[in-house]
């Protein structure tokens, strides 16, 4: 079946510093792969996505590669922002309107 | 990208009433809504699948007399929550895809309910 592993958190980290959030998967077919972001109080939103293997999804710094042969989707940032500390959710989309997402990994960079 | 919004945003009543949430897709047409459950620092739990027309699809656990969910239009997804008790008190988040598209869920803001 499918599944996603993310690293639980929470993660504190200091202005500037390198952040990575493993997130691994499994799944039948050909899935596509997402990281999402919640800010407090808010709803998620779509940080990046890769749909298939090799793809690397970008977006304000973020990067994650679809990583087909060791089943990952890691997100990293070369240097995080107080701005980011938010819930980050590693999610996988399959056929059929199924979505499966990671428990979340809490964010904190404190200036 | 889409855009989903969800109304109330946040909404407080006593035990016993009933709430209901609203979801729309504002500038596309979802046959599929999605929503879910998520509590103090936890992950999404998925409650319930809203088909268009159609009766939803409830996940395992979730009671379908306690979370009515309405899809009366390709726009328009509701979720009433009935005689609501404390244990009731969540964030409820909906969520919508675009068909066509490469496959992300488009999520509205989310509602917190607190039932006193």
């Known amino acids: 079946g499918n599944s996603v592993t993310q690293m639980e958190g929470p993660v504190t980290l200091s202005e500037e510093a390198f952040l990575t959030i493993n997130c691994t998967y499994t799944a039948t077919g050909y899935p596509s792969l997402f990281w999402y972001v919640q800010y407090p109080g808010e709803g998620l939103q779509l940080l990046l996505k890769?749909?298939?293997?090799?793809d690397k999804g970008s977006n304000k710094g973020f990067e994650a590669t679809y990583r087909k042969e060791t089943t990952s989707f890691h997100l990293e940032k070369g240097s995080v922002q107080v701005s980011d500390s938010a819930v980050y959710f590693c999610?996988?989309?399959?056929?059929?309107?199924?979505?499966?997402f990671g428990t979340g990994t809490s964010l904190t960079v404190i200036p | 990208g889409a855009v989903v919004s969800q109304h109330p945003s946040w909404v407080i009543c006593k035990s016993g009433t009933s709430v209901k949430i609203e979801c729309r897709s504002l500038d596309f047409q979802a046959t599929t809504m999605f929503w879910y459950r998520q509590f103090p620092k936890q992950s999404l739990m998925l409650m319930a699948t809203?088909?268009?027309?159609?009766?939803?699809?409830?996940e395992q656990g979730v009671e379908k007399d306690k979370f009515l969910i309405n899809h009366a239009s390709l726009t328009l997804s509701t979720l009433t929550v009935t005689s609501a008790h404390p244990e009731d008190s969540s964030f409820y988040i909906c969520?919508?895809?675009?068909?066509?598209?490469?496959?992300?869920?488009?999520f509205g803001e989310g509602s917190r309910l607190t039932v006193l």
């Open positions: 969520s919508a895809r675009v068909e066509g598209n490469t496959g992300e869920l488009f």
């Open positions: 890769a749909t298939k293997a090799d």
């Open positions: 809203s088909n268009e027309g159609s009766k939803a699809t409830y």
């Open positions: 999610a996988l989309g399959s056929t059929g309107n199924q979505f499966y």
